[in-house]
């Protein structure tokens, strides 16, 4: 008796720039309860992968004939505990971690270059955590209601718009809201049609976040075209075009501040520069070059009883550059041009090593320290 065979239906593949572009293995994608089940319906496989998961279909055209889910597949993302540390963060993207997660889905049709390639994004180009942050709700949840009001409190398909609860009038006049019908996911609660919050729906520990992939078929036919893997039009048997999803993330970027420690009392770097170098000369970052100037400080400071001179980048450097393979440094005294330089091999600046760049300054300086 042959086996099943299987080909792909749609892959999900997480990037990172602080790994050059490449897969982000801090983030683990595995199904959620009601998405596994989905995935059984239709005798379907999950496979993860080092940043991301794959989901395949049986071969044959019948395993996804009369496809009509209105919900999506859904996925958990556990992340690293220092993913954090190394990731550019969206400012406003803050919530307590028990209360919010990161949200991600291809509602809309998000294609960009992204990494050096064309791809379809599960976030706006360059904004992956805008508007990512959702509050977590449990499946039975209190709401109150004003009983001299006739406004009637609802839950709407985040898709579709469609009434979800409650069933009938009568549901709408208990203290709770009661899901425990509906799939893990992303909702919309409204009072007469007038949003009042989208949420996450799931009764889990916290999670990091959550990625949702609408398939298409008949019952997503709101999705617009160039996201769908299964076509919405009347086919027998349906179209279906595999497609690649992508979270990118980037590198955080900090002003790089070198503590240049002189390993003499005689050695003396008043007046020297320090100056960087792009060792590829097509690295850009988000369509930008990336610069390297630093600039040094007018003040000296004492460090283990040595003068150290300090160095700042001008503007923010990604965590992922290495002196040692993207770019090049060299100390030389500011008024003899290119006489008396001499090519400095310097750490580079790591997640951990953060510090305020000033007292009323926010901005994040990376410390690094430095024995010449």
């Not at 992968?49 to 395949?56: E, H, L, P, R």
């Not at 075009?241 to 070198?258: C, E, G, N, Q, V």
Request: overall charge neutral; charged content about 20%.
């Amino acid at each position: 008796m042959s086996g099943t065979r299987y080909t792909l239906l749609f892959q999900i593949e997480i990037l990172h720039g602080y790994f050059a572009g490449g897969p982000c293995g801090s983030l683990a994608l595995s199904p959620t309860g009601s998405c596994a089940a989905l995935l059984a319906r239709y005798g379907m496989l999950f496979r993860a992968t080092n940043g991301g998961g794959a989901v395949y279909r049986p071969l044959w055209s019948d395993a996804v004939r009369g496809f009509d889910e209105s919900a999506p597949f859904t996925f958990s993302l556990q992340a690293d505990p220092e993913l954090s540390l190394y990731t550019e963060m969206d400012p406003a993207a803050a919530g307590a971690p028990s209360e919010t997660l990161f949200y991600f889905d291809n509602s809309a049709d998000y294609a960009a270059e992204v990494f050096g390639a064309q791809r379809q994004l599960l976030h706006a180009p360059n904004k992956p955590f805008a508007k990512a942050v959702l509050p977590v709700r449990p499946y039975r949840f209190s709401a109150s209601f004003d009983a001299s009001s006739s406004a009637s409190l609802q839950v709407l398909d985040p898709l579709s718009k469609s009434v979800l609860w409650p069933v009938s009038a009568e549901q709408n006049q208990v203290p709770f809201v009661d899901l425990r019908r509906l799939p893990e996911g992303r909702y919309i609660l409204a009072r007469d049609g007038e949003v009042l919050q989208t949420f996450y729906l799931m009764d889990q520990a916290p999670k990091w976040g959550a990625i949702s992939i609408y398939a298409g078929g008949s019952a997503q036919s709101h999705l617009p075209a160039n996201c769908r893997v299964i076509d919405s039009q009347d086919q027998n048997p349906p179209q279906i075009t595999p497609k690649i999803f992508t979270l990118a993330l980037d590198a955080r970027k900090t002003i790089w501040r070198y503590y240049i420690i002189a390993a003499t009392s005689t050695r003396d770097l008043d007046s020297y520069e320090l100056t960087g170098a792009i060792k590829r000369a097509t690295r850009v970052e988000n369509g930008a070059a990336i610069d390297l100037h630093f600039l040094r400080q007018p003040e000296t400071l004492a460090i283990d009883g040595r003068a150290a001179w300090v160095f700042e980048s001008q503007s923010p450097i990604p965590l992922l550059h290495s002196p040692a393979s993207e770019f090049s440094l060299t100390l030389r005294p500011g008024d003899k041009g290119a006489r008396g330089a001499q090519p400095i091999r310097l750490p580079y600046a790591r997640p951990a090593a953060f510090a305020r760049k000033g007292d009323a300054d926010s901005t994040l300086c990376s410390e690094v320290f430095v024995y010449v």
